[in-house]
């Protein structure tokens, strides 16, 4: 085991290291352009959407990219297992492959059976959909997380800038392709689904085209191989702590929203709303491509028990991360006032968002960093401690927020999200410590310190000029 892990690694290093600055930087910055492309879209063009559609369509425009976002998150856990394995494995594996089909295979089994059911329960149900719109919603949901998949190899074997650049684009042309539609043909439902299916239809085939390209290279057809029915169920078994993992998540980060709107008031959830949008622009624009350049760098060397090579990538991973998250965040926290007041331009609301942001900040900011433990984790494979402390930490916030917002206290609900993202870190980190407690490497420790030391270093200036802003 040792003596193959050292031979690999000594294949695999001129890929990291020969990489220029030049290069690594591009592939940031492409990582960072296809989280804009959704930003685009949400600022510029779904308020056209809203104008054309009405408030009703709309609504149930809004309903459906709600949907989106959650399934493709719900995903069984395929896209991170693809992203894991294909990063672990040598370049061009056959096995890569087979994952990644088999990724697919397991996501259209499981569309196909929703398909199923949902025309078989549609005359049952009280929906603003035809049969005709429902099954192309579904279409439209199969294509993009099956485009997901594909994202998650391309990622996995590091190419970044051919992953970002498929992404920005089609997010971007789904979005103009659907409102021009609705401009040139009609501003109807049918119209928008339509376009959004096509558009997603072609983002996914040509993603799987680059995709196959890039894991069956160098291979002939027939060593490829392919999976059987059996091999599929039990890559769908490894994946239900994952599945677990992303219910627990996905409801922790929405049902507060309802239980905001359903046991305060509607009213009540407007600045709750706009503040935890605003607050979690660290996890998701700033950490995230972090993460996700970093991530298979990682896998690869905890999946070759390559502990030197480990912890030689963890330094500027923690380095990355902590400067490119934690300094934004304290300067948002600080100058949140007045940020806020000129984004919204009602300084009534802005001055509750503003108290919001004050309180769930922090704890958004400390939860940023838990993608270094959570890389750990998926490297060691230890979904079944993921899962379990997702669904224990989702059940005491929903709990926590339930109570809360019984007596219309949205402040202490803040407080509880803010513990939720920071305990969700510190339990993570603890885990990746514990489970190195026996290797004379310890890289989970030693990124903690780095990181805790770097926190310290950037936020002990910030804190004075704060003080001096205050005070002075």
Known sequence: MNRQSKSVVQVAAPEVVGRSIAGRSLDIAMLYASKTGAVLVGVLILPQFNRLLGAEQFGIVALILSFQALLIVLDLGMSTMVGRDIAALDAHAPQAYRTWRMAETVLSVMYAALALVALL???LLDVSLSQAQLL???LLFWALT????????????????????????GVLIRGLATW??????EASLSVFIISQTLCALLQFGVTHMRCHQRLASKHPQESLGSASLRDCWQFAIRGRSLMLFGLAGAAVMQLDKVLISSLVSPAALAPYFLSSLLCLTPLSFLAGPIAQFFQPRVVRAISLGDNTGTTRVMEPFVSALVLLTIVPTAALWIFRAPIIGIWLGMPDQAQVVAHYTGILLPGIGLGALGFIPYV???????????????????????GGTAGFALFGQ?????WVYAAYHGLSTILSWGRCIYLERDNSH????????????LVLLLIAPIL???IALNYF
Not at 180 to 185: E, K, R, Y
Not at 383 to 398: E, G, K
Not at 442 to 453: C, D, L, P, S, T
């Open 146 to 169: 099956m485009q997901n998949i594909c994202q998650s190899g391309l990622l996995a074997r590091r190419h970044f800038v051919e992953a970002g650049g498929l992404q920005l684009l």
């Open 136 to 138: 192309g919603v579904l």
């Open 121 to 123: 329960a549609w005359p």
């Open 464 to 466: 004075m000029f704060a």
């Open 442 to 453: 310890r890289f989970a420790e030693q990124a903690g310190i780095r990181a805790m030391k």
């Open 180 to 185: 021009l539609s609705m401009l040139w043909i």
């Open 410 to 414: 949205v402040e202490a609900i803040c």
């Open 376 to 398: 750990i984790l998926v490297g060691k494979q230890d979904y079944r401690f993921q899962a379990r402390l997702s669904v224990v930490l989702t059940a005491m916030t929903l």
